[in-house]
Every structure is written in structure tokens, then in C-alpha cells.
């Protein structure tokens, strides 16, 4: 099937238009089903029931919906894709309507009457923070597959994040957290490295997520700046487990601004940063965390908009998480909208990426040579959807973004958010598996 080379074949009526990036990224290198097929890193089960049509049903229906649709839409229109887009949930009937509208599919305003619908096989929750969970636990009960958003909790839920991973862990569900950079090979390839001894036992390592905005008008615009909460607007259930406060129209539309719904940059982008890095360093849970930050450029927000951490880890390494969103250079040379490139630190040598390849520097006294290899396949999220929707299908568990791996990238952030706010240092029990300031 041929990749689509206009920007409209990824756009629907009344749906939003995917960004330059996410346009690029959707067509990147390799059609999703050539990727998903050949990339070393992709599970390939006995596939049963390939030709069976999954039902796909989205909780949430604002930007990062609108923009799971299209991905979904172009998997079923322009690959042939087996399955159905058959309903949307949301508490704002306007978007609920045009989201519906533009794929035919059948409207709920509340995600329950969703879940109970028998055509639904698959969700995609795309919602504030504090309702992914309670979410994605009542979609793990109902029997559906779940694709969440990151982060997989609110920075206040930590007990809210063990019971997910329980409930995950305790089901057949298929889940996937929408840290879609994971579909890079790359950070799989850096995996097997470490775990092949390139670069001996690991002691530290560091990343980091670097861009420009407040997620004020720019990033979070207001629908309706006369929106008021009654029948098309449900601001009791937008609140869930939050303080409750009287409804004001920025907190609604705008709520990646607030603490109550948001963590600023340590939960909505270091979980794109963390997420690979655990992965490739292999470690559980951290023993220690700091955090220093504030707002120190965006003063009308509630959540910090510069966040720094040090995770110690059992396994005896130490992760340096920086960033911030009053400044893009992210001291690689490159510039936009970014996370920094991870650099990790063995006792013979240290592992990161130049252009496209993974390159090894070896430590100083070490006997080794510096390598390069090249990375075999760049991030897609055509075909990190398809990855999903083929583990849905032959009942694998290995997505690329596990429940237990967001489980333990949560904690971390969590804790980092817990340290920053009391300005302590943050310790894990791991035996009780439970945070102590």
C-alpha cells in the first residue's frame, strides 16, 4: 500500500489537521505494516483470527484524539487495516459531535455507556491525566484492549497507578502507553548492547525533554470562551478525584496549566524521555529522588515549567532527567520540539546517538574500540498503532510500551513531583512497594 505523500490523506472533515511532525512521523522511512512486520524488536506470534474486525471505541475526543483517529482512519482506509471505528466518549458535546460526525461513529458522554457497547474491542483513552487510570481500570474490567495516553496516572495517584498495574497485570488485556517514540529501533538495538556487556556495568546515565510553550492560548486554545457546565459541558465529571473547585473556562479547556489535572513538563514529557531509557537500563524501581524547578517563565500557570531530577537506582546508577519549556536547544545540536538524546555510562564505555546511528565511546583504560552501528527504524506511530492492533489481535502482551514499564517510569515522576512540592528527597519502599518523603 502506497504511504501517503499529500498531507490530506492523513486529514478528515472536521476532524484537526495532524502537524508537520506527526505528519512526518506517520510517513517516516517505512510504510507501519513493513515495519511492523520486519522490525527486530516487533513480537511475530501465530497470528489467529487476522482477518477479524476489531472495534475501536476513543474515550477522549480533543486534539490528541483527533489525532489517534486519523492514525486508526488511515490504518483502516489507506492499509487496509481490519477494523471499525465505532464510538466516542466525551464530556463537551460540541467536540463529541464533530468527532463523531467525521467517522461516522456512534456519541456517549460518559466512557462507561462506552465500554458497555459489545461492538467496542479496543479503546483509546485520550483524556485529561487524573482519568486515565480509573479509565483504563474500568476498560481492563470490561474486557477491552487499552491504548492510554501518557502519563499513565496523575503525579497525586500513586496508589491509583499499583492498582492499574495489578489490574493489568491480573487480566488478558492487551495495553499500550501512547510513549510512541518506543516504536524506534533504536532504543531496542541500545538495549541488547547493554545487555550484551558493550559497555559494562552501568553507572549513569541522562536525558531529558527541551521546548518552547505555556500550553496557554498557543497550545491549549479555548473552544468556547462562553462555555458554561449543564448538558453539553459536564464539569463534575471533568473534576473526578480532583479538589473540587467552581467551573472557570481556561481550567476546562486549558487544564495542562493546572495541578490538579497536570504535572507540567515532569509528567505530560519526561514519560516520552523516561520511558526508553528504563527500558534500555533494564532497572525496577529508583531508591532515591530530588527534584528542583518552578515557574520560572510561564507565571500563570499552576505547573512548574522547568523540572530537573536525580533518580538513584538500587542497581547502583544514577539517571539525570533535565528539562524545561522556556527554551528548545536541547545541547545536541538539534532544535525544536525535543527530547534530549540519552547518553548512557557503563564502566568501559558510554552508548548514544549521532544523526542515524548508535554510536559506542569508550571509556578512558578500557580495551575497547568505538562502534557505530546504524539505527534500523525511525520512530512511526502508523506503526505503533499497527503493533498494538496486532497484539490485540494474536492476544500477545509484548507492546512496545508495557503496563509494568509505565508503572515504573511513573513512580519515578512521581516521586520527582512529590520531592519538588516538599522540597525533600523522595525514597521508595520497595518492600511495601510504596513512596516515602
Not at 240 to 263: L, N
Not at 343 to 355: A, D, F, K, N
Amino acid at each position: 500500500m502506497k504511504r501517503p505523500d499529500t498531507h490530506s490523506e492523513l486529514t478528515n472533515p472536521g476532524s484537526l489537521p495532524l502537524t508537520r511532525r506527526q505528519f512526518l512521523r506517520a510517513t517516516a522511512t517505512t510504510t507501519a505494516a513493513g515495519l511492523a512486520a520486519s522490525a527486530p524488536f516487533v513480537a511475530s506470534p501465530s497470528v489467529l483470527g487476522a482477518n477479524g474486525r476489531l472495534g475501536i471505541g476513543f474515550i477522549g475526543a480533543g486534539g490528541r484524539a483527533s489525532s489517534h483517529m486519523q492514525t486508526v482512519n488511515y490504518l483502516k482506509t489507506q492499509q487496509n487495516e481490519p477494523l471499525d471505528m465505532v464510538a466516542v466518549a466525551d464530556l463537551y458535546g460540541p467536540r463529541l459531535r464533530q468527532r463523531a460526525e467525521a467517522y461516522k461513529m456512534k456519541t456517549y458522554g460518559n466512557h462507561r455507556d462506552l465500554l458497555a457497547d459489545p461492538r467496542v474491542d479496543v479503546v483509546c483513552l485520550a483524556t485529561p491525566d487524573h482519568h486515565h487510570g480509573y479509565q483504563a481500570i474500568d476498560a481492563v474490567k470490561a474486557g477491552k484492549d487499552v491504548y492510554c495516553e501518557k502519563p499513565v496516572t496523575h503525579w497525586r495517584q500513586f496508589d491509583l497507578t499499583k492498582r492499574l498495574a495489578e489490574t493489568v497485570r491480573a487480566s488478558d488485556r492487551v495495553f499500550q502507553l501512547g510513549t510512541q517514540g518506543m516504536s524506534d529501533s533504536a532504543w531496542h538495538q541500545m538495549r541488547r548492547l547493554i545487555e550484551q556487556g558493550q559497555v559494562g556495568p552501568l553507572i549513569h546515565a541522562e536525558c531529558g525533554f527541551f521546548r518552547v510553550g505555556d500550553w496557554g492560548e498557543r497550545g491549549m486554545p479555548i473552544d468556547d470562551p462562553n462555555a458554561k457546565p449543564g448538558e453539553d459541558l459536564n464539569w463534575e465529571a471533568f473534576l473526578c478525584d480532583a479538589p473540587k473547585r467552581p467551573f472557570e473556562v481556561s481550567r476546562y479547556f486549558r487544564w495542562r496549566m493546572y495541578e490538579d489535572y497536570a504535572g507540567g513538563p515532569s509528567t505530560d514529557l519526561l514519560s516520552h524521555s523516561l520511558t526508553p531509557v528504563l527500558h534500555m537500563l533494564g532497572v525496577n524501581f529508583p531508591g532515591k529522588v530530588v527534584a528542583t524547578g518552578g515557574m520560572f517563565r510561564y507565571t500563570e500557570r499552576e505547573v512548574p515549567d522547568t523540572f530537573n531530577m536525580l533518580i538513584d537506582y538500587p542497581e547502583k546508577l544514577t539517571l539525570v532527567v533535565m528539562g524545561t519549556q522556556g527554551n528548545n536547544y536541547d545541547g545536541t545540536g538539534s532544535r525544536g520540539s525535543t527530547g534530549r538524546i540519552p547518553i548512557l555510562r557503563g564502566w568501559e564505555g558510554s552508548l548514544t546517538i549521532q544523526g542515524k546511528e548508535i554510536v559506542f565511546i569508550p571509556a578512558e583504560g578500557a580495551k575497547k574500540e568505538g562502534q557505530r552501528w546504524p539505527i534500523e527504524r525511525e520512530q512511526n506511530d502508523v506503526a505503533y498503532w499497527k503493533h498494538f492492533l496486532d497484539c490485540c489481535r494474536t492476544r500477545s502482551r509484548a507492546t512496545l510500551s508495557t503496563m509494568d514499564l509505565a508503572y515504573r517510569v511513573q513512580t519515578a515522576l512521581i516521586m520527582g513531583m512529590q520531592s519538588l512540592r516538599t522540597d525533600k528527597a523522595a525514597k521508595f519502599d520497595a518492600q511495601a512497594e510504596r513512596i516515602v518523603i
